[in-house]
């Protein structure tokens, strides 16, 4: 049953639409490339990977939650949070870095507005690198 069907109800199109969407690296083999050769830049809550655009890795970005942050449930949220800052706020399509976010323990007690000043302060860094 489509929203248009339904009383009080609006489509929600425009507002993701706008927006390219971000291709998350789900193989294990791209994101031990992180590890291995890319540039760190810590924060008491987060660590941000970056490797420059290579056409080998077939993404954009990936998220990292270790258990060590909490339960399922305090994971998937900060993992929600960390992947709409990103599409919202530093997603640039053409950039040059490939990212790689990995939260902490410290991530799980930031709200949402607390996270996007931290990661959006990491990413500044990246890309005056």
């Known amino acids: 049953m489509s929203s248009a069907n339904l009383p009080g ?8 639409a706008s927006r ?4 998350t690296i ?5 994101i031990g490339l ?13 660590l ?3 490797l420059p655009r290579d056409p080998e890795i077939s993404g954009e970005v990936f998220f990292l939650t270790p ?6 449930v305090v994971r998937n949220c900060v ?16 950039d040059r870095w490939v990212y790689g976010w990995m939260a902490k ?14 990661m959006v302060r990491l990413a500044a860094r990246a890309r005056e690198m």
Do not use: C, Y
Not at 34 to 46: I, Q, T
Not at 67 to 72: L, T, V
């Open 9 to 16: 109800i609006r489509a929600l199109s425009g507002t993701s």
């Open 20 to 23: 390219s969407p971000t291709k």
């Open 26 to 30: 789900r193989k294990r083999r791209a």
């Open 34 to 46: 992180f590890f291995a050769s890319g540039r760190r830049l810590n924060d008491a809550a987060l």
């Open 48 to 50: 941000l990977l970056v």
């Open 67 to 72: 258990r060590k942050i909490g339960g399922a």
């Open 79 to 94: 993992r929600r949070r960390m992947r709409e800052i990103f599409r919202r706020w530093i997603h640039r399509p053409g």
């Open 105 to 118: 323990r410290a991530a799980a007690s930031l709200d949402f507005w607390q996270l996007k000043e931290k």
